[in-house]
């Protein structure tokens, strides 16, 4: 079974910190995406990335960055938390894109509260 | 911009009973995949179901079987047989295979089953 885990369930940040969440997957995907939960809102694409060292804006990017050094490994960091960004945050991942291989693989979401 | 709307916040059903789900999207791409998937209460997302936009046959997955309309942009969710494991926020998404592998969500129907 394929794996997604996330650093923390909960986390609670002052405005102003750097935050940094972390997203693992077990399974040599290639693909991997951080989307924002939020009430009636669904969920919204902030980053994503095809490989190693890329990255691609979602529909919400601003106020974020992410770092991918390695194809496990995809962290989303919050250069200056602001109250606004408290949400829940979900990573996935996906093998690919195709008919078969197009399914995301969540983790399970890591509620961040700013204060 | 790709949408996806949701029109039922919440739902409830008796146990063993019927309930649909309802959802509609905007997009004037031909070729794209739908999905549903559900997220249990403090569990993590899981596919429900997936349709290709240039299959006519419904999509369909033990008790779960959609209702795609491709002409009124149409993709409802149909749960036979509710069970009380069924409780959970389900999401519809949409995938443009020209824009990669990048889903855009609902905003998510709650669906209570009752004993």
């Known amino acids: 079974d394929v794996k997604v885990t996330q650093s923390s369930r909960y986390l609670v940040k002052r405005t102003g910190e750097k935050v940094f969440l972390e997203c693992v997957q077990d399974m040599d995907h290639e693909n991997m995406f951080w989307y924002r939960q939020d009430p009636g809102l669904g969920l919204r694409l902030i980053y994503f990335?095809?490989?190693?060292?890329?990255?691609e804006k979602g529909d919400i990017p601003e106020g974020y960055s992410v770092s991918r050094e390695k194809k496990e490994r995809f962290s989303l960091i919050l250069e200056s938390a602001s109250t606004n960004q408290t949400s829940m945050y979900l990573c996935?991942?996906?093998?690919?894109?195709?008919?078969?291989?197009?399914?995301?693989?969540f983790g399970p979401g890591t509620r961040l509260t700013v204060l | 911009a790709q949408t996806v709307t949701q029109s039922q916040p919440e739902m409830s059903v008796q146990e063993a009973e019927t309930v649909t789900l309802s959802c509609t999207y905007d997009t004037s791409e031909s070729n794209y995949y739908l999905f549903w998937y559900k997220q249990p209460p403090s569990r993590q997302m899981i596919l429900v179901i997936r349709?290709?936009?240039?299959?006519?046959q419904n999509a369909t997955e033990n008790r779960f079987s959609v209702n795609f309309q491709k002409a009124a942009k149409s993709f409802s969710l149909k749960i036979s047989d509710s069970q009380l494991g069924d409780t959970a926020m389900y999401f519809c998404?949409?995938?443009?295979?020209?824009?990669?592998?990048?889903?855009?969500f609902g905003g998510g129907t709650r669906v209570l089953v009752k004993p």
């Open positions: 998404a949409h995938m443009i295979k020209a824009a990669g592998n990048k889903l855009t």
């Open positions: 996935a991942s996906s093998l690919g894109t195709g008919p078969t291989n197009n399914e995301q693989f």
């Open positions: 990335s095809y490989d190693v060292k890329m990255k």
């Open positions: 349709q290709e936009a240039y299959k006519q």
